[in-house]
């Protein structure tokens, strides 16, 4: 069972993919989280502490399942280009329904989403490395590999990039195949 903090961070990012921001209320998010106005004020203390929460939670969320994809891929046999390939599939895939994701990795903060404090969740550039180091760690095999492998992974991680900037609907086995053809070329 979710606990109060979780069912808030859930009903705040339905109601963030339905409304503005600025249109969410206080109120219908403690009743679709089915706890009390007080309990959200208690978790959060207002609604930009609630917003930074959000976007927290989500981008973590997303660095963390990138990277556990790629480790999974690996464990059942892919090759590091092979493991990226499979990650920036599942980053594209789901970067779609993650607005504040897309947000924080471009840096193109929209009146629809809450606003991030400063210094959180960090700069593009800052989430880019923070995602390289763990997609890296969930690649290599052992540390003689990481250093020709974190140039690879920069490579095919700034590609994957473009594509969530300029996306190209349908055409994410497209840039898995580019992504896996530049990374295995670069190692």
């Not at 409304?19 to 609604?47: C, D, H, I």
């Not at 493991?83 to 897309?102: H, N, Y």
């Not at 052992?142 to 700034?158: M, N």
Request: aromatic content about 4%; proline content about 6%.
């Amino acid at each position: 069972m979710p606990t109060a903090r979780e069912s808030l961070l859930d009903a705040a990012h339905e109601a963030v993919s339905t409304r503005p921001w600025t249109g969410v209320r206080m109120v219908e998010l403690a009743a679709s989280a089915g706890v009390s106005r007080q309990t959200l004020y208690n978790e959060f203390g207002n609604k930009d502490g609630l917003g930074r929460a959000l976007v927290h939670h989500r981008v973590e969320g997303f660095l963390r399942g990138a990277a556990a994809v790629a480790a999974q891929a690996v464990r059942g046999g892919a090759d590091p280009p092979k493991g990226l390939a499979v990650a920036a599939g599942w980053m594209l895939r789901t970067i779609g329904g993650e607005p504040i994701v897309r947000c924080a990795l471009t840096g193109c903060w929209t009146g629809r989403m809450p606003p991030a404090a400063r210094g959180e969740p960090g700069t593009p550039q800052e989430l880019a490395d923070d995602l390289l180091r763990r997609l890296v760690a969930a690649l290599a095999a052992d540390a003689a590999r990481a250093e020709p492998l974190h140039l690879a992974c920069d490579a095919g991680l700034r590609l994957a990039l473009s594509y969530v900037v300029v996306p190209v609907p349908g055409a994410e086995d497209e840039a898995c195949t580019r992504i896996h053809d530049v990374t295995r070329a670069l190692l």
